[in-house]
């Protein structure tokens, strides 16, 4: 069983400063991890994924996620915040097999993320 | 075209209204799902089609009927639906087999927009 926890429905950051958006899982095989941001009426893009390979990740827009297996942690962060930023972001867990079958993708509940000027 | 598209991106329908929304992916995958997702809740898979064939139906009340008539297209069916029916409703894909399968990354539509009233 998989399943994704973000903590923090709603984070609020300065235009400039850090973004943290964290995410911890829980799975019953090694993960692979992926974070979808979501801008309002759009559907979900992908911004990074692990995939076992390096445990520090980065994706696109300048985001970056660090798998920690200690930690069941996979945060998102971005040094600098823009306003264009601002959207929804979801932290996401599949498994897999060795038969190469989808295993289904397991979303948190995402996390809002506002920027102010 | 590219990518996941969906039609119509918006939709309102009376509750004994039928429609259809279309989902039509130009990625050369061959697993599609459909997705809702509602105010204040987490992403809610539907169903999932495998080469054509349905692999997964979460419980879906009958007013939802989908129909996956190649690789490339999925459309769900809606008759006598429910004011808390009202969401949003994506599509998503991704390649089953092979390496790519085995962390099942999904590309999603933009979505549709709907309303029942």
């Not at chain 2, 039509?24 to 495998?50: D, R, T």
């Not at chain 2, 419980?59 to 490339?72: A, H, T, W």
């Not at chain 2, 092979?98 to 999904?106: C, D, I, S």
């Amino acid at each position: 069983a998989q399943s994704v926890t973000q903590l923090g429905s709603h984070v609020s950051v300065s235009e400039g400063a850090l973004v943290l958006l964290r995410c911890n899982y829980s799975s019953s095989v090694p993960p692979y991890l992926f974070w979808y941001v979501q801008y309002p009426n759009q559907g979900l893009q992908l911004l990074l994924k692990y995939t076992s390979a390096a445990t520090l990740v980065k994706g696109i827009n300048g985001f970056e996620a660090e798998f920690k297996k200690s930690e069941t942690s996979f945060h998102l962060t971005k040094p600098s915040a823009h306003m264009s930023d601002a959207a929804e972001y979801f932290c996401a867990v599949s498994g897999h097999n060795s038969g190469g079958s989808n295993y289904k993708l397991t979303f948190g509940k995402g996390t809002l993320l506002t920027v102010n000027p | 075209e590219t990518g996941v598209t969906q039609t119509p991106r918006h939709l309102v329908m009376g509750m004994t209204n039928k429609k259809s929304l279309k989902c039509e992916q130009h990625l050369g995958h061959n697993a599609m799902y459909w997705y809702k997702q509602s105010a204040k809740k987490p992403l809610e898979l539907m169903f999932v089609y495998n080469f054509k064939e349905q692999t997964e139906n979460n419980s879906v009340p009958s007013r939802f009927s989908p129909e996956c008539p190649n690789s490339s297209h999925l459309f769900l069916h809606l008759h006598t639906l429910q004011p808390e029916d009202s969401a949003l409703y994506l599509c998503a894909s991704s390649q089953d087999g092979g390496l790519a399968a085995t962390y099942n990354e999904q590309f999603f539509g933009p979505g549709t927009r709907l309303t029942v009233l």
